[in-house]
């Protein structure tokens, strides 16, 4: 409680966006040749540097724009290979760490899937998760993007709905945690925690 109450006094000011996301890239031409021209994301701007650090590769970074202000961004390290570490594998794990960006009609999706297919770049799969709507596909370098329309607005009940689910989920993982015996193992376990508290909170008994 002692520390929320000293988190709510600090200084706030809200964040204006994203200005760009970034990652390395051992592929120069495919990464440029990919974005620039696959994509039609036009080249905005590179920097070219000695390494800072003791150790730190010379380096290009270099953005493309990604519309509303938006850029994403590269490091190409020069004269280095890439690490065992980095190298893409096929798992949700991997793919959970992506780059989605937004399109203003749902139609734009199609136009963007016709665009890529054009360009001979595989489409993963298209779906639709609550309330966006979307298409998956990769870079040169394995990594995953996505190209979104979303359907409606988040509302203040969405935001609630949140709160609650992420309540429960964050109990759930303390007291896993703890090692108090508490199960969290599935999906179902956040379900039932967040619907107890929402019965205890309207004054609903828990149904037989």
Do not use: C
């Amino acid at each position: 409680a002692h520390t929320m109450t000293h988190l709510a006094n600090l200084p706030r000011t809200p964040i204006h966006g994203v200005h760009h996301t970034a990652r390395p890239t051992w592929k120069l031409r495919e990464t440029v040749e990919f974005y620039r021209d696959k994509l039609g994301l036009p080249l905005v701007h590179a920097i070219s540097a000695r390494g800072w650090p003791e150790g730190h590769p010379d380096f290009l970074h270099f953005f493309f724009d990604s519309g509303n202000g938006s850029t994403i961004a590269f490091f190409y390290y020069i004269g280095t290979e890439r690490p065992e570490s980095l190298v893409p594998f096929k798992s949700h794990f991997y793919t959970a760490t992506h780059t989605a960006w937004q399109v203003q009609k749902l139609e734009d999706l199609d136009v963007w899937r016709q665009r890529l297919e054009g360009a001979g770049v595989p489409l993963r799969y298209q779906t639709r998760h609550e309330i966006i709507d979307s298409i998956y596909f990769t870079d040169p370098n394995g990594y995953p993007l996505e190209i979104s329309f979303q359907l409606r607005p988040m509302t203040a009940m969405d935001a609630d709905d949140a709160d609650r689910t992420m309540r429960a989920g964050m109990a759930l993982e303390d007291a896993l945690k703890a090692g108090d015996g508490a199960a969290f193992t599935s999906i179902d376990d956040v379900w039932k925690r967040k619907g107890a508290e929402l019965e205890a909170s309207l004054g609903v008994g828990v149904a037989a």
